[in-house]
């Protein structure tokens, strides 16, 4: 089981932020999708126009962030596609396909540079692990002029978000940092799951792919966004 350095776990307000973290952190993992990268609405509005082309109910971002969860095929199946008609290949690949057309129009998170400069000014190294593709995830944080603020750029060799857990445990491995000086940083249920498995920290952030109810649930600490993080780091800087 997880132990937090923590007293409990809440969703707290920016007046608690500085009970999060502790200068004992010597590493950050951050996830990439809704958490440094702002593409929920994306993957809201491509899901939105597939699931129309097919006659299904559609998607709100409410019951996108209810509904999605990994592995993301079970969440195929939640929004009611029914495999033994169209296979998981088929609309998974399509969703993939339609999302690389138009990942040029996502961007950063608005705290996104700020906080990655915060982080690096205290000292901490950094690297990202995701369910992204890999060789996309390189070229895409290379393109947004944030790869080399990174250790290790992490993303899986495959569509369907499998395998994070392994990455994370082979990359925990490889470092020089104890798992309780490490802090992952996240915006979904399965950020927590996978912070649980490495037997780290996990922080959440409730505005990307899970929202705060569902977050909450799951036990990890919350802040509000990017924003309260780096207050935090300028407190404790100044303190």
């Avoid at 709100?60 to 990994?70: A, G, I, K, P, V």
């Avoid at 649930?217 to 924003?227: A, W």
Wanted: include cysteine; glycine fraction near 6%.
């Amino acid at each position: 089981m997880l132990k937090f350095r923590l007293s409990g776990w809440r969703p707290l307000t920016l007046s608690t932020d500085a009970e999060i973290l502790d200068q004992n952190y010597k590493h950050i993992i951050w996830d990439w999708n809704g958490t440094l990268l702002d593409d929920a609405w994306l993957c809201v509005d491509i899901m939105d126009g597939m699931l129309a082309k097919r006659g299904m109910k559609r998607l709100t971002l409410e019951r996108y962030q209810r509904l999605f969860d990994f592995p993301v095929i079970d969440y195929y199946r939640r929004l009611g596609f029914d495999f033994k008609k169209e296979s998981f290949e088929v609309s998974g690949t399509e969703f993939i396909n339609i999302y690389e057309k138009r990942r040029g129009e996502v961007s950063l998170k608005e705290d996104a540079v700020a906080m990655i400069e915060r982080v690096r000014d205290m000292g901490m190294t950094q690297s990202l692990l995701s369910a992204y593709q890999q060789s996309t995830l390189e070229q895409l944080t290379a393109d947004l002029g944030i790869q080399h603020y990174f250790e290790r750029v992490i993303g899986l060799d495959n569509h369907y978000a499998f395998g994070k857990i392994e990455n994370g445990k082979m990359w925990l491995e490889e470092m020089t940092h104890d798992p309780q000086e490490v802090l992952l940083i996240g915006d979904t249920v399965h950020d927590h799951v996978v912070a649980s498995e490495l037997n780290i920290d996990c922080l959440l952030i409730p505005s990307g792919h899970h929202s705060e109810e569902k977050l909450a649930r799951c036990g990890s600490p919350l802040v509000q966004s990017l924003s309260h993080i780096e207050n935090f780091i300028e407190k404790e800087v100044t303190a």
